[in-house]
């Protein structure tokens, strides 16, 4: 690569979050350089916890079968009381997204997978050892001064993507504010190697005089947490004898593993003011900080790019406007936010100030135990804000009460293809816009037009109870018959009183259409519009 290179999109920052939007932009098709100051991929485990969302962003950027066989599948969370006891546990059991909910895994491991997934793409470049010193904004670009061992090179880029983490410079450069808290209470954090304990579980002890977490993970790994009493300064927590003391009291046998990292953090739930200025945009870390408690730091950065990268895709290729950028906040920071204020909650419970406090939180957790409704809230984390929006690029749902909205992640079931083979509904949905419909179902013109402006693929569904059509029709191009054979698009598309849907690339349901409600292809058509397409 030469000095003054220009790319459609640069992204700034390779870890998890930036690592997986250059993989999607690859995908899409989209021309991509990756920038990282550091000579490699993170080698620290970091984050701990990948859920099902994030597992299925993974599946759409084409690295599930090397992800999945290098993460501990579907663990949950037992909670014990300050005298030892357990009061609760979360082990959720299904799998909405076609993936378990929770999930450990390493985050060396996950960022070397996805960095080398790049690979793939001839169109997207990495260059490790690249340091942004700064960039300005220009009326159609932005350019950036990178310097690399020493040199300056001078790049630039349609749209700049800071996933450069929570002190990013980018965002300082900016004037972006972060609103929100730092909170006083500090955490040791202690990663261990060759566990014996097959445990598979994370123990959360909510002891009032030393709460503690338990955190096995994957090839032998296991991480352990302690709160720090007011007072301790990080060299006294950081004393090996010390904290191998906490640690025995705990599970013995992890007393004397190897250490692989101890470290002093300070937690966060801070949202940067602005996601988007001119053609800069935040992401991860940049753009919110979460406390750790329910492990959705990074898979809240996961998302973000999940949003963003067929956004970008769709601008930087013409068919919608640059005003489809501006959904990316609106979409993205409230959702993050109530992940955060979960992560908070939650926190409350794990880090009790007293034995009254702790009892109490406790207490009220058994009782809500008792009654089998919130049970399975809890058990199934049904409590987790669902990954919905309250504006942005979707046409708004005419039936409020349907469990499965417009502007919401739509369920990822199996579907059955003729000859009895079943897949996962992404892979058949493909990487773009879908149509999903009733098998048969004529298209009305407003729809089959943008149907064919934006290449949708076109998926016919045959109810669960029935067999497929015989003869079955012929194959067409970008035309897919398949069965629903768990049932769950049909639920989905009754609750909502529809005959159709329209999916978008990140899987979030675009629009319900319904031949008896006047005007929802004519509401479709407008939103495209207002975005920048240019249909007949």
Request: with cysteine; net charge positive.
């Amino acid at each position: 690569m030469h000095a003054s290179s220009h790319y459609p999109v640069i992204v700034l920052g390779a870890g998890p979050t930036g690592l997986t939007l250059a993989n999607l932009l690859g995908v899409y098709g989209v021309r991509t350089l990756l920038l990282e100051r550091n000579a490699s991929t993170v080698d620290e485990p970091r984050a701990v916890s990948i859920d099902d969302e994030s597992l299925r962003t993974a599946q759409a950027a084409g690295l599930i079968d090397e992800i999945l066989p290098t993460i501990v599948q579907g663990y949950g969370v037992h909670y014990y009381s300050w005298s030892g006891r357990q009061f609760a546990r979360i082990e959720p059991q299904s799998t909405e997204y076609g993936y378990p909910k929770r999930n450990a895994f390493r985050q060396p491991v996950l960022a070397r997978q996805l960095c080398a997934g790049l690979q793939r793409f001839p169109h997207v470049d990495a260059l490790f050892r690249h340091e942004l010193r700064q960039f300005t904004q220009e009326q159609d670009k932005v350019v950036l001064d990178v310097e690399h061992d020493g040199k300056r090179v001078v790049l630039s880029c349609d749209w700049l993507v800071a996933c450069d983490g929570g002190r990013s410079g980018v965002r300082e450069q900016l004037g972006i504010a972060m609103s929100g808290n730092t909170f006083a209470e500090k955490w040791l954090i202690v990663d261990m190697l060759d566990r014996t304990a097959p445990f598979r579980h994370t123990r959360t002890y909510c002891d009032p005089v030393r709460p503690a977490i338990r955190l096995p993970g994957p090839n032998g790994t296991v991480r352990y947490e302690f709160m720090l009493k007011e007072g301790e300064t990080p060299e006294y927590v950081l004393d090996e004898q010390r904290f191998r003391a906490w640690i025995r009291e705990r599970e013995p046998l992890d007393a004397e593993l190897p250490i692989a990292r101890k470290v002093v953090y300070t937690f966060h739930a801070r949202l940067a003011e602005r996601w988007r200025q001119g053609r800069v945009l935040l992401a991860g870390d940049a753009a919110h900080l979460t406390p750790p408690f329910a492990g959705q730091g990074m898979n809240s950065g996961i998302r973000d790019v999940t949003n963003l990268a067929w956004k970008l895709q769709e601008v930087v290729h013409g068919r919608l406007g640059a005003e489809l950028l501006d959904t990316y906040e609106a979409e993205r920071k409230p959702h993050a936010w109530a992940l955060i204020k979960m992560a908070l909650l939650i926190g409350r419970y794990m880090q009790p100030k007293s034995l009254l406090g702790a009892m109490a939180a406790q207490w009220a957790l058994k009782a809500c135990s008792l009654y089998p409704p919130a049970r399975d809230y809890v058990l199934q984390l049904k409590f987790k804000p669902k990954p919905r929006f309250g504006e942005g690029f979707f046409v708004p749902c005419q039936a409020p009460d349907a469990a499965v909205k417009a502007g919401q992640l739509l369920p990822q079931p199996k579907v059955e293809l003729p000859g009895g083979r079943r897949q996962l509904l992404d892979e058949i949905l493909g990487p773009g816009f879908a149509y999903v419909g009733w098998v048969g179902q004529p298209l009305a013109p407003e729809v089959e037009s943008l149907v064919a402006a934006f290449g949708m693929r076109r998926v016919e569904i045959v109810p669960a109870q029935d067999d497929f059509p015989w003869p079955l029709p012929p194959a067409e191009a970008g035309r897919l018959l398949v069965r629903d054979c768990e049932g769950v698009l049909q639920k989905v598309l009754a609750e909502a009183g529809a005959d159709a849907l329209l999916v978008r690339p990140d899987r979030y349901v675009l629009a319900f259409l319904s031949r008896r409600v006047q005007g929802d292809a004519a509401r479709l058509r407008e939103l495209f519009r207002r975005h920048g397409a240019k249909i007949g």
